[in-house]
């Protein structure tokens, strides 16, 4: 399950959300990204979901641990964001958004 | 900790009595770890292995991996979290591993886990499910039966959250388990527990701790098997090397005493010395210990020992821990053994080093690696009292004891010697009790006397064979090495010159008496002719003598018959006028 999840071709957030299967723990991940990038990075973001059961090699490629694992691939420098995405703030904190406020 | 749950502890005996027992244990193939555990780590389960920085842990493991992919046909993963897979492949070839040989045969695969604490963020809840995809596919790709997790711990300054990844960690290594893999996870010593997040929690079946001390500026390795469920196992602190040739750990190879007993002997490269052996040396795989204090020829007999055993084909090993191997090749030649020709063929190796290098244990163990690599059938050490110098005697007879049972076990002919430390100890406190190891005991001795020192040797004991009692003297000249009968008579035993002296002195007192023997017997035969030249005067004058008696009684005769014809004459000239009687007138 690679899903890419719409919108630029050059988008100035690449995003990448790893999972392991279709637990309650990625799909909740899954929703609160999208959430929060739709409040916060309207029109500037792209989601690449990787499902690490299918092709596994990606845990190791992508030097994956944890699940569900967020990663910021750009902009640079890379940052990583594990579980849920339940806490808004820290995720923006950990992409290093600035939140739109009253959004 | 002791605790053991009795369900592990049935499935063992389950497959101890299903399989045999090598398949129950899986053979780390590293030098005395499995004779300590009985065979190897617990088969598909995992074992911890924990210490302090820099005790080699990851050598313990890496070690475990390689042996077992190259040894055993058993592939491995080595998962490490601190280390990456460049820094770890160069460590390792010092040792002589090629993992990267090993990981194009698909015997190993290495995947470096990178964690980096400031890149992460935490957000609600999250699994560990990255590590298991990943490892399982490691495991998968190769077929591993052998999974290493070097240091798991670091996980734990990567990820904030404890409660999850403690979690995750009992699962993980349940998940090991079911999998029949077995693991090895290192871990970092802690301050109170085994290890410092506490793993041994969740890893019950092996624990091995290893540990580093130093003591008088040098550093022992240790290792001790904490627990191993399910099975005995060596609870001793065992020493450990890691050497050349990676780990050795210095076991116990007889908890008991079962070593063969051989009746083949073997000769000491001195005839005299054999013939106080019940002429014929000591028994193939016994000890010989060569007493004595500095200078009387300890290394000599040890040379002459090592070259004996070349000059029958045999290889020899000598560990010299007072000279380097050239100075010995020089010294000995200036008494005739030549150890050089053996170094060239290759029949003779000589480890020199200082003592100081390493702990007692650190050169015992080295000394086993030397011999299994060499299989030698002759090892001399020179001396062992150097190794054994100032330090704590509790410490050095269960190490020697451990060698020399190796020895024995190999059936090798070992000969020590040993410096007798100053004159006051008596000759068995000198000894640090090490004699009671040694089956044959030769003491030498300085005598001094008459302003010279000389070198004498006896047989203190020598376990089942008739032995010698007498002193000898030891000589050394340039002809090699040999020993003489002492002068023992007269009350007194001398040797060197004072022995030639008295010689000398009683083959002079011998010419002296037999001189005067010849004196007197000349003087005797003077004597007799002046005698009988005496005899022959008296009987002269005997006759002489007689001769004049007869010649005066001759003219006594004469006289009387002329005196008689006088008076005859005169009176027939008076014819008768007298008229005395007829006569005149007939």
């Known amino acids: 399950m690679t899903t890419q999840t719409s919108c630029p071709a050059a988008a100035a957030f690449e995003l990448r959300l790893y999972v392991a299967g279709q637990t309650a723990k990625s799909l909740a991940a899954f929703a609160n990204l999208k959430r929060i990038c739709e409040t916060h990075l309207a029109g500037q973001y792209r989601i690449e979901v990787i499902d690490l059961t299918k092709p596994p090699q990606l845990a190791a490629t992508g030097q994956i641990l944890a699940v569900p694992t967020l990663v910021r691939r750009l902009p640079e420098p890379g940052r990583k964001i594990l579980g849920d995405l339940s806490n808004e703030k820290r995720v923006l904190a950990g992409l290093d958004i600035q939140p739109v406020m009253g959004g | ?586």
């Open chain 2, 1 to 586: 900790m002791t605790k053991r749950s009795s369900n592990g502890e049935t499935i063992g005996q389950q497959e101890l009595s299903k399989r045999p027992p090598a398949l129950f244990k899986a053979p780390t193939g590293i030098q005395g770890l499995d004779e300590i555990t009985g065979g190897g780590l617990p088969a598909g389960r995992p074992t911890l292995i924990c210490g302090s920085a820099g005790c080699g842990k990851t050598m313990l493991a890496m070690e475990f991996l390689v042996r077992g992919a190259t040894q055993f046909g058993e592939p491995g993963v080595f998962m490490m979290f601190e280390e990456n897979a460049a820094d770890l492949t160069a460590n390792v070839r010092s040792l002589g591993f090629d993992l990267d040989k090993l990981a194009q045969q698909k015997m190993i695969l290495l995947d470096y886990v990178h964690i980096e604490r400031s890149e992460i963020e935490e957000t609600g809840e999250y699994d560990l499910e990255g590590l298991f995809i990943r490892l399982g596919h490691a495991i998968d790709s190769i077929g591993a039966k052998r999974v290493v997790l070097d240091t798991v711990e670091a996980l734990f300054a990567g990820l904030p959250n404890h409660a999850i990844l403690r979690a995750e960690l009992r699962r993980l290594f349940r998940w090991l388990k079911d999998r029949g893999i077995t693991a090895v996870i290192t871990g970092e010593k802690g301050e109170s527990t085994i290890t410092r997040y506490g793993l041994e929690e969740y890893v019950a079946d092996c624990v091995i701790i290893l540990d580093q001390r130093i003591s008088e500026q040098i550093c022992t390795r240790r290792l001790r098997v904490v627990k191993y469920r399910g099975t005995a196992h060596g609870t001793n602190e065992y020493p450990f090397l890691i050497g050349e040739r990676g780990f050795s750990v210095l076991p116990i190879t007889s908890l008991q005493l079962d070593h063969k007993a051989s009746v083949a002997r073997v000769p000491t490269g001195i005839e005299r010395l054999d013939e106080m052996l019940g002429g014929q040396g000591v028994f193939r795989g016994s000890s010989v210990l060569v007493s004595g204090s500095s200078g009387t020829g300890k290394s000599s007999i040890g040379a002459k020992f090592v070259d004996a055993a070349c000059s029958r084909g045999e290889k020899a090993l000598l560990f010299a821990y007072e000279e380097s191997s050239a100075q010995i090749v020089r010294n000995m030649r200036s008494i005739g053994i030549d150890l050089e020709p053996w170094l060239k063929k290759g029949l003779l190796q000589i480890h020199a080093s200082r003592p100081t290098l390493h702990g007692l244990e650190q050169h015992l163990v080295m000394m086993h690696d030397a011999v299994r690599s060499f299989r030698p059938a002759v090892v001399v050490a020179d001396p062992i009292s150097n190794l054994t110098f100032e330090r704590r005697e509790p410490e050095v007879k269960p190490t020697l004891m451990r060698l020399t049972d190796f020895l024995k076990q190999q059936q090798i002919t070992t000969l020590f010697t040993s410096l007798n430390s100053g004159g006051g100890a008596t000759l068995e406190d000198s000894q640090m009790g090490v004699s009671s190891l040694m089956d044959t005991w030769l003491l030498l001795r300085n005598v001094e006397f008459n302003g010279e020192r000389n070198r004498t040797i006896y047989v203190l004991k020598s376990r089942g064979m008739a032995h010698s009692n007498q002193v000898r003297e030891f000589v050394m000249s340039d002809e090699g090495v040999d020993l003489v009968d002492v002068y023992a008579g007269d009350d007194r035993v001398l040797t060197g010159t004072a022995r030639v002296a008295q010689e000398a002195h009683e083959r002079a007192a011998d010419e002296v008496r037999q001189q005067d023997h010849r004196r007197k017997l000349l003087h005797l035969a003077g004597k007799r002719k002046a005698i009988e030249a005496q005899i022959a005067a008296l009987q002269v004058e005997a006759e002489s003598e007689a001769a004049e008696v007869n010649f005066a009684i001759a003219q006594e005769t004469l006289l009387e018959k002329t005196a008689l014809q006088n008076s005859k004459a005169m009176a027939h000239l008076r014819g008768g006028a007298a008229g005395s009687n007829g006569q005149a007138k007939g």
